[in-house]
């Protein structure tokens, strides 16, 4: 069973538009959440990530809003950009110890 | 410092043969991960280690073992390979505070059984 859902494996958006992803959980416990982004042949690197005590967290163009009651997290981006071009997982934690990966969505961000 | 490093960055195996994935760490973090990542799946936990000389299974632990003999060390080994266990391999680490759950990852390891 899955505990973290991308249901979008793909979002094509134009630069300077906003991108927004979305990412559901199921498991009530997990109380910590982030945001990686991936480059085709490297590591995964951590974006952001919020608490469960916060509804929203921002650094700079990236900002992460969390729905406890509807356990629903998104990641906006404003403004895209082409190099925002990857791939994009959200992970969900319970108690800081290990992390559950969604399947990830690609974002295009197009000229 | 370099942060995460794995090696190999590639490997191609036969079915049946063993080999050992290595994960070094500068940043002296205590907890280390190992995941596999397949088209589609995302990424999937093989094994962790809280600290030196402890290490626990995850999601996806068979076929797979680790050692954690040094703090900044974590081995992956695969004793028998077989093709569904091509992949490509990424080991991780993070600091043990309670107001971080953030992992360091690294480069990865393009692994093909054949």
């Known amino acids: 069973d899955q505990q973290v859902k991308q249901n979008s494996p793909s979002l094509s958006v134009q630069e300077g538009r906003i991108s927004i992803l979305n990412c559901d959980y199921t498991n009530s416990m997990f109380d910590y959440f982030l945001w990686y982004k991936k480059y085709p042949a490297e590591g995964p690197t951590f974006l952001i990530s919020?608490?469960?005590?916060?509804d929203k967290n921002e650094d700079g163009r990236f900002t992460v809003f969390l729905n406890k009651s509807a356990k629903h997290l998104s990641l906006h981006i404003v403004p895209s950009q082409p190099g925002d071009s990857a791939v994009y997982f959200c992970?969900?934690?319970?108690?800081?110890?290990?992390?559950?990966f969604g399947k990830g969505t690609m974002l295009l961000v197009s000229p | 410092n370099a942060g995460v490093t794995q090696t190999p960055k590639f490997r191609v195996l036969k079915t049946g043969q063993s080999m050992t994935l290595l994960c070094a760490q500068d940043?002296?973090?205590?907890?280390m991960y190992w995941y596999r990542q397949d088209p589609g799946m995302g990424l999937r936990l093989i094994h962790y280690?809280?600290?030196?000389?402890?290490?626990a299974k995850g999601e996806v632990p068979d076929g797979y073992n680790v050692s954690r003999l040094k703090k900044q060390n974590f081995l992956l080994g695969l004793e028998s390979a077989a093709p569904s266990q091509t992949s490509v391999y990424f080991c991780?680490?993070?600091?043990?505070?309670?107001?971080?759950?953030?992992?360091?990852f690294g480069p990865g390891t393009r692994l093909t059984v054949l």
């Open positions: 991780a680490s993070r600091e043990s505070g309670l107001n971080t759950d953030t992992q360091y």
């Open positions: 919020i608490s469960s005590i916060k």
């Open positions: 992970a969900a934690s319970s108690g800081y110890s290990t992390l559950t």
């Open positions: 940043m002296n973090h205590e907890y």
């Open positions: 280690s809280v600290g030196e000389g402890t290490t």
